[in-house]
């Protein structure tokens, strides 16, 4: 088993930064890809960004140039930097990791309890 535990989350203005951390603990061996999915009130789930163990990484079209997401596998933990945040970044965050490839992420895999972003003025 694999236990996620998200961090960093809370309420911003428009325009400032966050960042969030996932560390994982447990059997992290077989862990690959590792992501950040959101959901908001009305809206279906989706991958904000990924990366893989190699380093490879994928992100939304609406969070290119402002998210970059990182992975430090020495300390099992996937950290998502969010700049210039926008209102309709608002919603539940939620860390995700299967063994798999970054399609792996949509499947079956191991989920976070998730944290709050609320961007408002």
């Known amino acids: 088993q694999v236990q996620l535990v998200e961090s960093g989350g809370g309420l911003v203005q428009p325009g400032e930064s966050l960042r969030l951390s996932c560390a994982a603990s447990?059997?992290?061996?077989?862990?690959?890809?590792m992501g950040w999915f959101r959901q908001a009130p009305g809206k279906e789930r989706e991958l904000v960004a990924g990366?893989?163990?190699?380093?490879?990484?994928l992100y939304a079209e609406s969070v290119k140039g402002r998210f970059s997401i990182s992975r430090d596998n020495a300390k099992n933990t996937v950290y998502l930097q969010m700049d210039n945040l926008k209102p309709e970044d608002t919603a539940g965050y939620h860390c995700?990791?299967?063994?798999?490839?970054?399609?792996?992420?949509w499947g079956s895999g191991y989920w976070g309890q998730g944290t709050q972003v609320t961007v408002s003025s």
């Open positions: 990366i893989t163990g190699g380093g490879t990484v």
């Open positions: 447990g059997s992290v061996f077989i862990i690959n890809a």
């Open positions: 995700k990791a299967s063994r798999g490839d970054m399609s792996t992420l």
